[in-house]
């Protein structure tokens, strides 16, 4: 088990029956009042917690099914090109051209003719070059979007840094000239069909071309971004809210998570594939990585699902509740937030599962890997925070007067966008 900072916090043990907000506004109400019909009961007696520095806890293997990973493991798991060039640098004869296994590296100049076959090599160009990944050190707030109710789902894209904040009754676009200023209006109002409806996730295709919302509206709408934001199609579904959408790499397969069930669509064809039936208390939160599909929910158990032949493959108990589910850019780690703060990663080839301890009850989860792979956000209340992957370092934090309901980071890692009661705030990312 590794630890990241927070702050201790005591547990609150109020009934919560969204992981979507507290408070939904009134005219949804009668929609999204509880996810499941029942009012959300604490898991076991209140947790003593620990200092808030405290770097590292103790787990046994009672708890966690699956072997967990040390800080030196989970680098050498995610890390292969570092452990490389540090025995590089330890041992640079064993990697340097024409040397032999066992044998000493000649410092002999090399030969004429080897000389004109290297300097017949053409350059490769600086845009081809693979280069270092970069994680944030700080942050900077740069602008307030006015969005004028909960913003329930937020996205910005990393080519136009366009933003879009979701809620009830409307969507709103906002171009690269709102994110520097704190009252300019918004680029476009997308209404919904009925007023009453309320979007509550929404996902940015891998082009960013196009934008797939779900909630409280009984449809799935897919909205073309450009060059006009529109609806391209609605998606008729068959349960009355969807509260989590999660979009393949290639943008061919969608999967909307409802209770008790997750509907798979053929985005090219805009078809319904499958309506499969999920654990109805397992049904929070979906995402996707390859052929497996995850959901998760109140039962505090994260399911594997074949998407060729709909078999469940694993359950992994993580003893609390689960309110989000991501993964890192290359679908290799699954990271669960959960109702305790705390962040459980689970490997999606091999049986190998760890969990990172932010010791601070919470009401909303949200998590956000970056496109670039080296960090993600974790968003807990009224506080979000940067870290380092795979060390689990805190790059920055960020305090906010209300509470965090949602964030996105654009696809450059320039910014990073959270939705909150009443607005969207902006942060470019410093490095």
């Given at each position: 088990?590794?630890?990241?900072?927070?702050?201790?916090?005591?547990?609150?043990?109020?009934?919560?029956?969204?992981?979507?907000?507290?408070?939904?506004?009134?005219?949804?109400?009668?929609?999204?009042?509880?996810?499941?019909?029942?009012?959300?009961?604490?898991?076991?007696?209140?947790?003593?917690?620990?200092?808030?520095?405290?770097?590292?806890?103790?787990?046994?293997?009672?708890?966690?099914?699956?072997?967990?990973?040390?800080?030196?493991?989970?680098?050498?798991?995610?890390?292969?090109?570092?452990?490389?060039?540090?025995?590089?640098?330890?041992?640079?004869?064993?990697?340097?051209?024409?040397?032999?296994?066992?044998?000493?590296?000649?410092?002999?100049?090399?030969?004429?003719?080897?000389?004109?076959?290297?300097?017949?090599?053409?350059?490769?160009?600086?845009?081809?070059?693979?280069?270092?990944?970069?994680?944030?050190?700080?942050?900077?707030?740069?602008?307030?979007?006015?969005?004028?109710?909960?913003?329930?789902?937020?996205?910005?894209?990393?080519?136009?840094?366009?933003?879009?904040?979701?809620?009830?009754?409307?969507?709103?676009v906002w171009d690269e000239s709102a994110l520097q200023a704190g009252d300019k209006a918004p680029q476009a109002q997308l209404d919904l069909q009925d007023p009453q409806d309320c979007v509550v996730?929404?996902?940015?295709?891998?082009?960013?071309?196009?934008?797939?919302?779900?909630?409280?509206?009984?449809?799935?709408?897919?909205?073309?971004?450009?060059?006009?934001?529109?609806?391209?199609?609605?998606?008729?579904?068959?349960?009355?809210?969807?509260?989590?959408?999660?979009?393949s790499s290639d943008a061919h397969i969608c999967l909307a998570c409802f209770h008790g069930f997750v509907e798979i669509w053929d985005l090219q064809n805009q078809i319904l594939i499958r309506k499969?039936?999920?654990?109805?208390?397992?049904?929070?939160?979906?995402?996707?990585?390859?052929?497996?599909?995850?959901?998760?929910?109140?039962?505090?158990?994260?399911?594997?699902?074949?998407?060729?032949?709909?078999?469940?493959?694993?359950?992994?108990?993580?003893?609390?509740?689960?309110?989000?589910?991501?993964?890192?850019?290359?679908?290799?780690?699954?990271?669960?937030?959960?109702?305790?703060?705390?962040?459980?990663?689970?490997?999606?080839?091999?049986?190998?599962?760890?969990?990172?301890?932010?010791?601070?009850?919470?009401?909303?989860?949200?998590?956000?890997?970056?496109?670039?792979?080296s960090y993600f956000v974790t968003a807990i209340d009224t506080r979000l925070s940067g870290l380092e992957a795979p060390s689990l370092q805190k790059l920055f934090q960020i305090e906010e007067s209300?509470?965090?309901?949602?964030?996105?980071?654009?696809?450059?890692?320039?910014?990073?966008?959270?939705?909150?009661?009443?607005?969207?705030?902006?942060?470019?990312?410093?490095?």
């Open positions: 088990m590794l630890g990241a900072d927070g702050e201790p916090e005591e547990r609150r043990d109020v009934p919560e029956s969204s992981g979507v907000s507290s408070q939904p506004e009134p005219q949804v109400q009668h929609q999204l009042g509880s996810l499941y019909g029942v009012p959300w009961q604490p898991p076991g007696p209140p947790i003593q917690h620990s200092p808030a520095d405290q770097e590292t806890s103790a787990v046994t293997q009672q708890q966690w099914h699956l072997q967990g990973l040390g800080r030196s493991e989970l680098q050498a798991a995610r890390l292969p090109e570092a452990q490389l060039g540090e025995a590089a640098e330890s041992s640079p004869s064993s990697f340097l051209l024409g040397s032999e296994v066992g044998q000493p590296y000649s410092s002999s100049p090399p030969s004429e003719e080897v000389l004109s076959l290297l300097r017949a090599i053409p350059p490769i160009p600086d845009e081809v070059v693979v280069r270092q990944k970069r994680a944030p050190h700080g942050s900077w707030k740069v602008g307030t979007l006015l969005h004028g109710k909960r913003v329930y789902a937020v996205a910005i894209s990393g080519s136009t840094h366009h933003v879009y904040t979701c809620g009830s009754g409307y969507i709103r996730t929404c996902k940015l295709f891998p082009d960013e071309q196009s934008l797939i919302t779900g909630g409280a509206s009984q449809a799935v709408t897919l909205w073309d971004l450009a060059p006009t934001p529109q609806v391209r199609a609605r998606l008729t579904s068959t349960g009355p809210t969807c509260y989590s959408l999660a979009v499969h039936e999920v654990p109805v208390y397992g049904s929070r939160c979906v995402d996707i990585t390859g052929n497996i599909f995850w959901t998760g929910g109140e039962d505090t158990t994260l399911y594997s699902w074949d998407l060729r032949n709909y078999q469940r493959l694993h359950q992994h108990d993580l003893q609390n509740e689960i309110l989000s589910i991501t993964h890192d850019p290359g679908e290799e780690w699954v990271l669960a937030g959960l109702r305790t703060s705390d962040i459980a990663f689970l490997h999606t080839r091999r049986n190998e599962q760890f969990k990172a301890v932010m010791k601070k009850y919470t009401r909303h989860h949200s998590l956000k890997f970056a496109s670039c792979g209300s509470g965090i309901l949602c964030c996105d980071v654009s696809s450059d890692n320039q910014y990073l966008v959270m939705g909150s009661k009443s607005s969207a705030i902006v942060y470019q990312l410093l490095y």
